[in-house]
């Protein structure tokens, strides 16, 4: 099984080849790809050594199954050259997600899509990811009609230039490379280019995004993004309506039994989900679950997890995972 990870120097690139190793997925020869500036180094993987390579030797290697996170411009120009190998792309990106013909997966909600056959395969937004994980189940029990969410999302969303920024300006830097203001000590806000409808990408990316995954097409699903003083994990505050009235101590059994998902809601001994909590770990966080007093068929709750994992590289391991079963 040769497996590639392109963009293998990033900060998801990194946390893949962790997830890779932590879940034993059966890896045989590993390919890390990332810029030619990058080519030459080595890449400690499962103990051993690898060489970093270019895109044209990762794809001159024929990898069964390829995990891109590169950026948009890598995706959308390598994804089908691989593909034309004979490689299965997981892709990172947004490159591919809203295509009509390629699939759009998260594993615990939609992977029976899947098919063994060289295909792309797009990994969803983080923040998308966590939101659709716990609607799923929720769905299955009363339909949903209305969804409105605000992000808290981490700096490592934005990638190195993110955390590079707020461990900056905490260290009396004004440099401002990943945002337009102040992270440190501050909320932004803005996630994203704004569009002409005055939301931003990240914003329609939720919409958009979760629409697809849950075959959803009219689900009436609003955001606003806001970018936080926090170096990793992404939160979510979340107002469901359904379509039938739910009871709580359901929702409640329901999540705990689902997989994947973490129920933490004792909030009279201060336990909810926290980023802090996530940080480095698969599973996604929910507490703060309960009616919501002003509508009777809808509830609030709060969605923790962490970005870099089950918001990008732990999901798109899983895809593997379920490819090769």
């Not at 295909?119 to 990811?129: E, L, R």
């Not at 501050?186 to 995954?213: A, D, Q, W």
């Not at 309506?241 to 933490?264: A, C, H, M, W, Y």
């Not at 509830?299 to 895809?319: C, E, H, P, S, Y």
Request: glycine share 6%; net charge neutral.
């Amino acid at each position: 099984m040769k497996i590639a990870v392109v963009g293998a120097t990033g900060l998801v690139g990194q946390k893949m080849l962790k997830v890779l190793a932590e879940h034993n997925f059966p890896v045989t020869t590993l390919i890390p790809v990332a810029s030619e500036r990058s080519a030459g180094k080595s890449i400690l993987f499962a103990g051993k050594e690898y060489p970093v390579c270019t895109l044209q030797e990762g794809l001159a290697m024929q990898p069964q199954i390829a995990l891109f996170s590169a950026g948009k411009d890598v995706s959308l120009e390598w994804a089908p050259r691989f593909v034309e190998k004979g490689c299965t792309v997981i892709d990172n990106s947004s490159a591919w997600r809203m295509h009509d013909t390629i699939r759009l997966v998260v594993p615990e909600v939609n992977a029976m899509m899947l098919d063994k056959k060289p295909q792309i395969i797009a990994n969803p937004n983080c923040s998308t990811i966590q939101l659709v994980a716990v609607l799923y189940p929720l769905h299955k029990l009363y339909r949903l009609k209305r969804v409105i969410v605000s992000t808290y999302q981490s700096v490592s969303g934005s990638g190195y230039k993110g955390v590079k920024q707020l461990l900056g300006e905490r260290a009396g830097s004004t440099s401002r490379d990943a945002y337009p203001h102040q992270i440190d000590m501050n909320c932004i806000p803005h996630g994203g280019n704004f569009l002409s409808n005055s939301y931003t990408e990240e914003e329609m990316k939720l919409v958009n995004e979760s629409r697809k995954i849950l075959s959803l097409p009219q689900l009436a699903l609003t955001g606003t993004v806001v970018r936080v003083p926090v170096i990793g994990g992404h939160s979510e505050s979340v107002n469901i309506e359904f379509e039938e009235k739910p009871d709580i101590n359901q929702i409640r059994r329901t999540l705990s039994e689902t997989q994947g998902i973490v129920v933490k809601d004792v909030p009279t001994a201060n336990i909810y989900p926290m980023p802090i909590w996530a940080e480095d770990k698969d599973e996604v966080f929910v507490g703060r679950i309960r009616k919501d007093e002003s509508h009777e068929y809808a509830i609030n709750l709060w969605i923790v997890a962490d970005n870099l994992r089950k918001g990008a590289a732990t999901n798109a391991v899983q895809i593997a995972e379920y490819l090769i079963k």
